[in-house]
Nanobody, 122 residues
Framework: QVQLVESGGGLVQAGGSLRLSCVGSGRSFSTYFMGWFRQAPGKEREFVAA????????YYADSVKGQFTISRDYAKNTVYLQMNSLKPEDTAVYYC???????????????WGQGTQVTVSS
């Protein structure tokens, strides 16, 4: 079992930055594939970014490439999502998730955090 707790969301003006954090606990957390998803009002939850375990590759949705960066601190059991040059269309609830096998598909993720709201004003 893995527990995930996100933080760092808030209200920011367009062009600003935020860093989301996701602290994980449970057995073998460091071996999990970690991802970030987001869900805007009235829309499906969509993939944002993911990172393999043990310093592996990172994956990004086309819409955030060059804008967002996912990183992991294994000593702190924490995954970060650095979000720069934010736009109003980045407004959503952002979720952290853990997977044994996956990368970009929602159904590949086994555990989810409660979500953190990010609102970008124009």
């Amino acid at each position: 079992q893995v527990q995930l707790v996100e933080s760092g969301g808030g209200l920011v003006q367009a062009g600003g930055s935020l860093r989301l954090s996701c602290v994980g606990s449970g057995r073998s957390f460091s071996t999990y594939f970690m991802g970030w998803f987001r869900q805007a009002p009235g829309k499906e939850r969509e993939f944002v970014a993911a990172r393999r375990s043990n310093g592996g590759s990172a994956y990004y949705a086309d819409s955030v490439k060059g804008q967002f960066t996912i990183s992991r601190d294994y000593a702190k059991n924490t995954v970060y999502l650095q979000m720069n040059s934010l736009k109003p269309e980045d407004t959503a609830v952002y979720y952290c998730a853990a997977s044994r096998v996956g990368a970009t598909r929602r159904d590949e993720y086994d555990y989810w955090g409660q979500g953190t709201q990010v609102t970008v004003s124009s």
